[in-house]
Each structure stands twice: as structure tokens, then as C-alpha cells.
């Protein structure tokens, strides 16, 4: 049986008397009136990027998803979205994102409850309020869209034999219900239905799978809690490939059937770059990892939780050199400790997941294939303010323009980020660097944090206070002097045109 988290659990108060209780009960019936009244309306968790992503009120411990493919990717999935979560206030009414589905039934600990759209929230009232730190699940009925909503970007990718996920940053609830922030994590359980010919796989490890009526039920689980944005699920007519990595970690790859042979010598990279990631930070964080490379055309790939994301082009096209390609799929690999173990607590601390993934890529360039990590910083540090005039400074991202989900990942929180972190390892050291970058991920493992704890981390380890040192590098709107490298000048930032 669940038990609520420790810090959430009240102390005894002296109990009132009689008379101050009826009052307290009258005046908290008014505002059950009053908010049973009020129109519904969407809420949010108050991100400065995304103001209407997650809801206020509980949290989630897990997700129970069941998708129903019928075979064509153009046509609606039926699912079911069960969320067992927590209250932390007293809530009349409960808010989830969603927004690109039909809704057909909801309940609430097994009793029917009314239910209303209010923009991108789906808004639920239960029959009976459900008090403070209370237990509860909620189950919803609805289709899921592949077909991209009007004016978005994200959610289900068609691929050319099915589907795949792509979530980033604001997208998962136009596949599901869900508490649509990072700052949320849950457990998930993913259970996948398909004509026969088709193979499912999603986040986490197999739990068994189930044949009827030319149909095959797959089941997975995670191991370790997750956010919203980072649910991967693949549906197609795909093979999946089993080798061990570092330790005996299972990695499974999923590529389509009639590429398995032409991908192969990618994929038998990857217990490798696992190994060198390990060296650097420790113990890869997951029960499990590997590739899915969908036949799809994205312009990105994506850290999905322990099954990241890749354009299969990436890995045909002799365009592309080999080093290069090598790189980013350990870039993706570095997301699974920085980005996905340890989660932004906002998206404004998005430069934390993506300035320490471009980090890695970058020295896995240099040490195996003598691509300069110096001579890359001189160039971000040429154009960083440009990329802070465009962008903002990394730890002050501008907004993104609406419906574009990708909008926020822009240069100044890749390289501009990674610059940040080459300015840090010059001002405290490499060793003390080093260490730095395995505690944050140990310190913070299958947690969120923000930019204010990894200043405070390095501060530690530098043995000084880098307040003023942070202050510019990750919020001024220029790039401050490089540390050991007075030589080095930023351009000027060129005029937009109008």
C-alpha cells in the first residue's frame, strides 16, 4: 500500500473548539460553493517559459498508459490514462494537461466525475472534493491524435512504418493527460496493442507481452521516476537488437526490419560511449538504454528516458562524418545523467541539460577523434553574444514564440552553455571540475534541480564563492572575459533585419 511522502505528512494540532470548527466548516462550505460556481479554467505551475504547463494541487507518483494501434498512423489511438497522485491542498476540482485528444469518461477512485476542457487543461470535478494529502487515482478515457495538432509541434512523430514520440518540451499532453512539467516526475507503466507485423516498445523494461485476436499487448515499465516529456513509445515494423553493455546493462535498439544490418555498426558503438560516459561521471543512472532510430524526418534528436530518439538518416547519409555522428549519439547518452537522472526543476534551467550534453560531445570529439574542445569554445565564445541577443543568456532563455515547442533550444543553451562550463573548469581547475560533475549527477540522481543548486555545488567544490562568477556568465547579456584566455573577443552581434 503507497505512503505518502515523509516531508508531507502534518504534525498534530491542538485541537479548536466546537464553535471555531462550525465556522471554519461554514466559511470552507462558501468556498466550495463559490469554486463549484466559477466557470473552469486553465492553471499552471508558474514556469517562466510555459506558464500554463503543469497544475498546482498534487503529485504524481505514476502513470498507467494503454495505447490501441490500429494500424494506421493517421487515425486516432484509444487509451486510457490512469494517474495515481497525491494532493497537497484541498482540491475541488483537478486540473491535467490536455489538449488534442477526445475525452470520453473519467473517474475518480472509481466514481464517475464531470469533466470540461478550459484551453489546454482538461478540468475534473469529482463527486465528492478530495481533501489535503490524499491519495487518489484518476482514470481517463480518450483517443490520442497523431495528426499533428493546428499550429504545434511535437507530440506523435509518424514515422514510415508507425509511430514514435517526440515530447519536447510542452507536448506530452497532446498524446496524454498528464501534470506536463519536469518539476513532476512519476513511475510509468506503458502497455501498447498492435495488429500482428508490428513491435512496441517504450520506456524502461518489458513486463511480458499478450496475444488475442491478431493483436499483441505489450507491457512496459520504468524503473525510475520520469517527466512527462521524456516518454518515448514505438510502434512500427521494427526490430529490436539485445547486447549487453557495462556491467551487464541490457541494450536493446530499435531500428526498422529491412535497415537492421546497414544500422548494426552504429549500434555496436553504443556499450562503448556507455563505458566512456561512466569514466567521466559514474554509474550509468537506468536499468536500461539503447537507440531507436525511427524513418522519420524531425530536424532533431531526442534524450527520451532510456530509449533516446534518432533520425535514421543520421546514421545513411554519407554526409556526416563519422566523429560527428559518434558525437551526437553520445550527446544523447550524456542527456540520460543530465537532463533526464537529473531533471530541470523549470525549463529556464534547460542550459543544465543541454550545455553539459554538448559538453560531452565535445570531448568524446576530442579524445577519439582530435576535434579540438579549445578550438570549438573560440568559436561559441566569438558568437556568444550574439547567441545571448537572440536568446538571451543560458540561464535566462527567452520565451518561445507560441506553438513552437523547439523555440527555447537555440544556440546560447548548447554551445553557449557548454561555454559556460569550459569558463568554470578554467576558473576552479580540472580536477576540482571533475569532481564537481559526479556529485551534481549522485547528489541529484532521479530528482530535479535548479541553476541556483549547481552554483552552490561548485562553489563547494571550488572552495569559494562563485556568485559573481555565475551572475555573469549564465545572466549577463554580454560574455564576460575568458579565464586564461585574455586574447579571446566576441564578435559583434549582427542587426536582425526587419
Keep these: 500500500m503507497p505512503l505518502p511522502p515523509a516531508s508531507r505528512v502534518r504534525t498534530r494540532v491542538p485541537r479548536r473548539p466546537r464553535t471555531a470548527l462550525l465556522a471554519s466548516a461554514a466559511s470552507a462550505l462558501c468556498a466550495c460553493l463559490v469554486a463549484a460556481s466559477a466557470p473552469p479554467a486553465p492553471l499552471g505551475v508558474g514556469d517562466r517559459l510555459f506558464p500554463h504547463l503543469g497544475n498546482p494541487g498534487y503529485d504524481v507518483s505514476s502513470y498507467d498508459l494503454s495505447f490501441t494501434y490500429q494500424g494506421d498512423n493517421r487515425k486516432p489511438l484509444q487509451a486510457v490514462t490512469t494517474i495515481d497522485a497525491w494532493t497537497t491542498e484541498a482540491l475541488e476540482r483537478v486540473n491535467l494537461d490536455f489538449a488534442h485528444g477526445r475525452v470520453d469518461s473519467v473517474t475518480v477512485d472509481g466514481e464517475p466525475a464531470t469533466f470540461a476542457g478550459a484551453g489546454e487543461d482538461l478540468v475534473i470535478t469529482p463527486r465528492t472534493p478530495l481533501p489535503e494529502y490524499r491519495w487518489t487515482r484518476i482514470t481517463v478515457r480518450h483517443t490520442s491524435d497523431p495528426v499533428a495538432a493546428k499550429g504545434r509541434d511535437g507530440g506523435w512523430v509518424r514515422t514510415a512504418d508507425g509511430l514514435a514520440l517526440a515530447n519536447q518540451a510542452d507536448a506530452a499532453h497532446l498524446v496524454f493527460p498528464c501534470n506536463d512539467h519536469p518539476s513532476d516526475k512519476a513511475m510509468f507503466t506503458i ?255 532521479d530528482s530535479t534541480a535548479t541553476t541556483a543548486d549547481f552554483e552552490r555545488l561548485a562553489s563547494d567544490f571550488a572552495g569559494r564563492d562563485l556568485t559573481s562568477f555565475f551572475k555573469a556568465w549564465l545572466y549577463g547579456e554580454k560574455t564576460p572575459p575568458m579565464p586564461g584566455h585574455p586574447d579571446w573577443k566576441p564578435e559583434r552581434p549582427r542587426t536582425a533585419k526587419k
Design 191 to 445: 502497455r501498447v496493442t498492435a495488429p500482428d507485423g508490428y513491435t512496441a516498445v517504450a520506456n524502461g523494461l518489458p513486463q511480458g507481452t499478450r496475444r488475442a485476436a491478431g493483436a499483441t499487448t505489450w507491457t512496459y515499465r520504468t524503473q525510475h521516476p520520469m517527466a512527462t516529456e521524456l516518454a518515448q513509445v514505438s510502434v512500427g515494423r521494427s526490430t529490436v537488437l539485445h547486447r549487453a553493455g557495462p556491467h551487464g546493462l541490457p541494450v536493446r535498439d530499435v531500428v526498422p526490419t529491412e535497415d537492421r544490418k546497414t544500422l548494426e555498426p552504429w549500434l555496436a558503438r553504443t556499450p562503448g560511449q556507455i563505458a566512456w560516459m561512466e569514466s567521466k561521471v559514474g554509474g550509468y543512472p537506468f536499468e536500461t538504454y539503447g537507440v531507436l532510430m525511427a524513418s522519420a524526418t524531425t530536424g532533431f534528436e531526442l534524450e527520451t528516458q532510456t530509449l533516446s530518439l534518432f533520425e535514421k538518416d543520421l546514421f545513411t547519409r554519407s554526409a556526416y562524418p563519422k566523429w560527428y555522428v559518434e558525437s551526437v549519439m553520445v550527446h544523447e547518452l550524456a542527456h540520460q545523467w543530465f537532463g533526464d537522472s537529473v531533471s530541470p526543476r523549470s525549463w529556464s534551467d534547460l542550459w543544465l541539460n543541454e550545455g553539459h550534453a554538448t559538453w560531452y560531445e565535445a570531448l568524446y570529439a576530442q579524445e577519439k577523434a582530435h576535434q579540438s574542445m579549445e578550438s570549438r569554445m573560440k568559436a561559441a565564445y566569438a558568437s556568444s553574444d550574439g547567441w545571448r541577443a537572440a536568446g538571451g543568456p543560458p540561464a535566462l532563455p527567452k520565451p518561445a514564440k507560441p506553438g513552437q515547442k523547439i523555440g527555447i533550444f537555440r544556440s546560447n543553451v548548447y554551445d553557449g552553455a557548454a561555454l559556460v562550463l569550459y569558463a568554470l573548469r578554467q576558473e576552479i581547475g580540472v580536477p576540482a571540475f571533475e569532481r564537481l560533475e559526479r556529485a551534481w549527477v549522485s547528489a541529484h540522481r
